[in-house]
């Protein structure tokens, strides 16, 4: 594209090219920028859609202010917070071997649904019969059993045949749900196909009930970096996702990775599964997971599939969706609309990315431009 | 009338609702899309109409008008929402899959909290019989095909033409297929992708109103609609990529789903209620055996659009 | 009559960043003839014919179509100057038919019926003698009909301008023959046809004039029947050039490397490699030459274990006899366990079995040099992926010629690349990053890898410190053998001297060094041997100090006549 000397009549008013490099600072920066932005809409569609605003535009500073309260107001709220995030977190650190690998693994819910099914199954099955201790160990064990089994069938058939990925685990989401229902149907004659809270199979209290998820999710973060940063495997992943003629250059066999890696990926999302039915829960129904299985795959694109990014990330999605849901409630509006808020929000910073992979050529501009200054 | 005959009919109906959301997905996905915003479109789709019809259900104007004005606001909403997807994934490249999550998280929110608002004795009422012209006054099976059910036949068809018999499928394809050819031989890539993805969104919004509007009818109906855009991306596998294949699809998909309830009349099959989640699994099972059996026989017809999933940017030629 | 110019390009100049491509070229095409544009790789020949053809844009200079100048800025508006180019690389929609493809893109009136196009197709394809189906898909076709497909597309937007990069590169010799019998009934037709080509004999063959190019710049334009093999090989070679490349006699070569009767089919099931046989020596490099596509890649990427090989042998030979064991490629369990096996001796030729010796002991008496291999090593390595070669002990390096596609993992640090090849190593899971990172600490001083630090993804290097950081890093590995697929490619002078002095210095060391290049002047001054590549085959292996540039310029370029070929 070095056309300058005679193309200046006909080059484009707008010229794109891949940015060789940004600085961390700049890319944050533009990241940050983005969310406010997104907030700012969000105000703006908050006016459109509340009717308690219109008549009253003053209280647009309380709209955002119920951001902070409705996770941070008592401490009840903040372990709530602490919790969720942790459980959003847990999904989408399940997530991230396989996306660093470039596998589209968006079954994350289905996986985590299989989770807690098997994990609220042994204590159905088996609570009162064995001591509790050994019962948490075997809803652990059936946890990432059959989560790892629902994530690996898509592996195999990818690494054997390649069959595409993205479809074939957003297909398993919904078997997980229907395989939920039947068995809430066998256990729950009656009909009402709600089968309320187990008396066995959970958590012990670590001085309250949500501290020890919220440690489990921690270690696992820093676990999980860990792993892919430092171990062979890690490093393996890397190179498998980045180019698989390099794989095989140095001898990796991308399909044992593969494999392996959604063994890893699907155990993980298990392991989710148990928190939630040991540690929260204690029951299934087909709305166990509510879509975090989803939201997960965008906390962990926005957070660069870097586990510590992560932490942040998850938690930024979980405040604005805890504190929309306050916001509902205070203003009178449908409960839908945390996700309102988050879309915008997500919106936005998936556009900002533009920005940080490309540069912008104005025409007459011979400095090249970034998007945001 | 039979049984047999009026669960055909009402499956039938039912599958109209696929029929919109797939072929739109399929437009959509031969531009080189794949958008898992559909549910999210298909929901924004039935607010759009519902909240036009909330406006203009009492008025005077004539009912041929209103059947019109509904649609209309069914398909600038869902349109809004696929242009919005195009700006992030084609001009912006943004990832296609989070973009589609994030869409149907923001669509199927909005569409809530808009529905949410109106007053379902006016949107629902009078239309549900403008909607089943010209079998409004049958009592039985017919009267749920209606204006939109034939729309959604008509629709699938005239894509499929469009798609394989006219230049502009052609172009369409080429596309989705190796974008770098199409842009070589001087098809505007980002004009197409644009086109299909909005006019595939319009259409899948349809089939959100028509769920809400037509064949339920119903306060609550609009809350199922998200499940519904989620099977409408599965009978895209199912259908192979053909529009027109998703008229038998829809039908099988719409028997798979609805015939748990028919099947506990039949005393001989002894169906239980647990058997009920089963039955629906199967659309889903069967798309992955699809998904699986297309993959080994690898067939080039029935694959995914090769560049599906990628953003295109010319870079150097 | 005076003959019509068709096609005229004027003082045609294109740089690539430094690289000058092309240098004020001058080029007629006249109505109803076939010019021949020939060079060697990177003279610049299909540089000059994108512009034509609106691939790129020329910095200065002019292209006239009769008579009249005209700008053309993409394919489209060559076609509407009827210039059309036939690429290497198809640009075909695999799912498409014949027709479809043909009328890709094409705004008609009317309404599009296929049947109609066929049968155009069908009356274009019966006027120049090609046979096509116009219904057939892409992915069923041979790269022949994949190419006649193109040509029709040409052809139907009423191109009378047709370019033909290498046409004749993946044909075999019958559908050679075929493809000229079309392009002189094109010629007879009026229409100008520029095949551009490396090879001699069907330049003399079938084109009517010769256009020599030459490190970008115009040598001549002559009348091919004026010419003959001889002349048009020393205009597209020129005079030998001296680069003042060091290069020491071998001392003590000994045979490291043994490839015998190897061949090779590609995805496609065409023979790229034919009955190789030969021998890169320790202590010597072994140039290979030949045009791109000979065949190179292949046999580079067959020895590494990246290709399954139909049949042949490829052996590695480590003499060891009576040379002392040491501890540098070697662990004390596999000294133990070859010692258990009988594969030592001492000074006074009795066996050494270290039975009952204290792991101290046995050290001390290794490393006093008093413990000899009983015979050379020779280990098979056909049929082993990289990573057994690896497990066998076998040091063999591999630098590609994609580098970052293969090489290296560009979104990863030079630390992170240097693991590639000893992330394996130590029991743990975990990576050892130390020495990794001092041994990409080491390159960067050494080889003078310019970069703002270790952790540096690679893909932000320029391409000459990419190179350096690959080349360092096989280096790096010690191997045995090191195989180098065009390591000076796109690199400025200054870094490509740094490589050839690797390169040597690996020699000296007694590396068996195999360095595949273009540039025939470096091979002559850098190589011991030179091993020529024509079309999968060895067509003759010369020293290197007595060749001349003639001589290999031919082997690369003559084929046997196809007639004799067509009979085998």
């Not at chain 1, 119920?66 to 997530?95: D, E, H, P």
């Not at chain 2, 999210?40 to 789709?45: A, L, N, V």
């Not at chain 3, 096609?7 to 690539?16: A, E, N, S, V």
């Amino acid at each position: 594209m070095s056309n300058v000397s005679k193309a200046e009549t006909r080059e484009p008013l707008i010229r794109l090219s891949r940015r060789a490099s940004i600085t961390p600072r700049k890319a944050w920066t533009i990241r940050i920028v983005a969310v406010l932005l997104g907030l700012l809409v969000c105000g703006i569609a908050a006016f459109l859609l509340i009717e308690k605003l219109q008549s009253n535009p003053g209280k647009i500073g309380e709209f955002y202010y119920t951001f902070i309260k409705g996770s941070f107001s008592s401490s009840r709220r903040i372990w709530k917070f602490l919790k969720n995030v942790s459980i959003l977190l847990c999904i989408s650190l399940a997530l991230t071997p396989a996306f660093r690998m470039r596998f589209w693994n968006i079954g994350g819910e289905g996986q985590t649904l299989m989770g807690v099914l098997s994990a609220i199954a042994v204590a159905f099955y088996l609570g009162g019969t064995v001591p509790e201790g050994v019962l948490l160990l075997l809803m652990l064990l059936a946890a990432l059993l059959v989560g790892a089994i629902w994530g690996v069938i898509p592996a195999l058939f990818r690494a054997k045949w390649g069959t595409n990925e993205t479809l074939f685990t957003l297909m398993m989401n919904y078997v997980a749900t229907f395989i939920v229902s039947y068995f809430l149907i066998i256990w729950v004659p009656s009909g009402s196909s709600s089968l309320g809270k187990l008396k066995y199979g959970k958590l012990p209290m670590i001085v309250n009930e949500q501290l020890l998820t919220v440690i489990v999710v921690l270690l696992l973060s820093v676990g999980l970096y860990i792993y892919l940063t430092y171990t062979k495997h890690g490093y393996e992943i890397s190179v498998v996702g980045e180019s698989v003629r390099t794989a095989q250059y140095v001898g990796i066999n991308e399909k044992k990775v593969i494999i392996r890696t959604m063994i890893l990926s699907g155990a993980l999302c298990g392991l989710a599964g148990y928190l939630i039915a040991a540690g929260a829960d204690q029951t299934v129904t087909t709305n166990s997971v509510g879509g975090q299985g989803f939201t997960g795959i965008m906390v962990a694109w926005l957070g660069k599939f870097n586990p510590l990014a992560m932490i942040l990330t998850a938690a930024l999605i979980q405040l604005l969706s805890q504190g929309a849901s306050q916001i509902s409630q205070d203003f009178g509006v449908n409960n839908a609309l945390p996700n309102v808020i988050v879309g915008i929000v997500l919106f936005f910073i998936i556009g900002s990315e533009f920005f940080i992979n490309y540069e912008i050529h104005f025409r007459g501009h011979s400095k090249a431009k970034g998007g945001i200054k | 009338m039979n049984i047999w005959v009026d669960f055909l009919i009402t499956s039938l109906a039912f599958g109209a609702v696929f029929m919109y959301g797939s072929t739109g997905e399929i437009l959509t996905e031969k531009a080189g899309h794949l958008n898992l915003g559909i549910p999210g479109i298909m929901c924004m789709g039935g607010a759009g109409g519902c909240l036009v019809l909330n406006l203009v259900g009492k008025s005077s104007l004539p009912g041929f008008l209103i059947v019109i004005l509904g649609i209309l606001g069914a398909l600038i909403f869902s349109m809004l929402c696929g242009l919005l997807y195009s700006f992030l994934a084609v001009t912006l490249r943004a990832n296609q899959n989070v973009t589609g999550l994030a869409m149907t998280t923001f669509g199927v929110g909005l569409s809530k909290v808009i529905i949410n608002k109106l007053d379902s004795n006016i949107y629902l009422i009078g239309p549900k019989l403008l909607y089943r012209w010209p079998f409004a006054e049958r009592r039985d099976a017919l009267q749920y095909l209606g204006v939109l059910f034939f729309l959604a036949v008509i629709i699938a068809i005239l894509s499929s033409w469009v798609l394989f018999r006219t230049k502009v499928g052609l172009h369409l394809r080429a596309v989705g297929e190796n974008p770098a050819t199409a842009d070589a031989v001087g098809i505007n890539v980002s004009r197409y992708k644009y086109v299909a993805t909005c006019v595939g969104s319009g259409i899948a919004g349809l089939g959100g109103f028509y769920y809400i509007i037509d064949y339920m009818a119903s306060q609550e109906a609009y809350l199922s609609v998200e499940a519904l855009g989620w099977l409408s991306i599965a009978l895209v596998i199912f259908a192979l990529w053909r529009p027109h294949l998703t008229i038998v699809g829809s039908t099988v998909f719409g028997i798979l789903f609805s015939c748990a309830s028919y099947l506990a009349n039949v005393k001989w099959l002894n169906i239980t209620m647990a058997t009920t989640p089963l039955l629906k699994m199967l659309p889903y099972v069967v798309t992955i055996l699809v998904l699986i059996i297309s993959s080994i026989r690898n067939k080039k017809e029935n694959q995914p659009p090769t560049s599906l999933g990628l953003s295109y940017f010319r870079e150097e030629r | 009559m005076e003959r019509q110019i068709a096609l005229q390009m004027r003082g045609i100049t294109k740089r690539f960043g430094m690289v000058l491509a092309n240098d004020h070229v001058d080029l007629d095409v006249y109505r109803g003839e076939i010019l021949a544009v020939l060079g060697e790789n990177g003279c610049g020949k299909t540089t000059l014919m994108n512009m034509a053809a609106g691939i790129y844009y020329p910095d200065d200079g002019q292209i006239l179509i009769d008579g009249k100048e005209v700008v053309i800025r993409s394919p489209k508006d060559a076609f509407d100057h009827k210039i059309g180019m036939i690429h290497q690389h198809f640009k075909l929609v695999d799912l498409f038919t014949a027709a479809e493809n043909i009328v890709l893109g094409l705004k008609e009136e009317g309404r599009y019926n296929i049947k109609a196009v066929n049968d155009e197709v069908a009356k274009i394809a019966d006027r120049y003698g090609f046979h096509l189906d116009p219904a057939k898909k892409i992915y069923d076709m041979s790269v022949s009909e994949k190419q006649t497909v193109e040509i029709i597309k040409v052809l139907y937007r009423g191109a009378d301008v047709l370019i033909l990069d290498e046409p004749t590169a993946v044909l075999t010799p019958q559908e050679i023959t075929r493809l000229f019998a079309v392009l002189r009934r094109m010629k007879e037709d009026g229409k100008s046809i520029i095949i551009i080509t490396h090879k001699l004999n069907e330049v003399l063959e079938v084109s009517d004039r010769v256009a020599i190019l030459r490190k970008g710049e115009h040598v001549a334009t002559v009348n091919t029947v004026d010419t003959n093999e001889q002349q048009l090989t020393e205009m597209m070679v020129g005079r030998k050039i001296d680069l003042n490349i060091l290069r020491s006699t071998p001392v003590n070569a000994v045979p490291r490397l043994i490839v015998e009767g190897l061949n090779l089919y590609n995805s496609e099931g065409i023979q790229v490699l034919k009955d190789i046989s030969f021998t890169a020596n320790g202590g010597e490099i072994l140039g290979i030459a030949g045009i791109a596509g000979s065949g190179q890649r292949e046999l580079l990427e067959s020895i590494s274990g990246l290709q399954p090989v139909a049949n042949g042998k490829i052996t590695f030979n480590n003499p060891k006899k009576d040379r002392p064991v040491s501890f540098y490629h070697k662990n004390m369990k596999q000294v133990r366990e070859l010692a258990e096996k009988g594969a030592f001796h001492d000074r006074n030729m009795n066996n050494v079995s270290f039975h009952g010796m204290r792991n101290k002991a046995v050290r001390k008496w290794v490393e006093s040099g008093d413990v000899l291999f009983r015979e050379d090593e020779v280990m098979n390595l056909r049929d082993k992926d990289p990573l057994e070669i690896r497990q066998l002990g076998i040091h063999l390096s591999f630098v590609p010629e994609d580098r970052l596609g293969m090489g290296l993992v560009g979104s990863m640090d030079i630390t992170d690349n240097m693991m590639l090849r000893s992330y394996r190593k130590g029991r743990a899971g975990f990576v050892d990053r130390k020495k990794p990172r001092a041994q990409a600490e080491q390159i960067i001083r050494e080889l003078g890898v310019s970069t703002p630090g270790v952790s540096t993804p690679v893909r932000r290097l320029s391409g000459g410190n990419v190179q350096k950081v690959l080349v360092g890093r096989e280096i790096a590995y010690a191997p045995k053998v090191l195989m180098a697929a065009y390591p000076v490619r796109g690199l400025d002078i200054n870094s490509s001297y740094t490589i050839y002095n690797l390169l040597n210095q690996q020699k000296n060391n007694g590396v068996a060094v195999i360095y595949v290049g273009e540039d025939l002047d470096v091979l002559l001054e850098l190589c011991d041997r030179i091993m020529v590549m024509n079309s999968g085959r060895i067509t003759g292996i010369l020293d290197a100090r007595t060749a001349t540039k003639e001589e290999i310029g031919l082997m690369m370029t003559q084929t046997e006549r196809r007639e004799e070929a067509a009979h085998e």
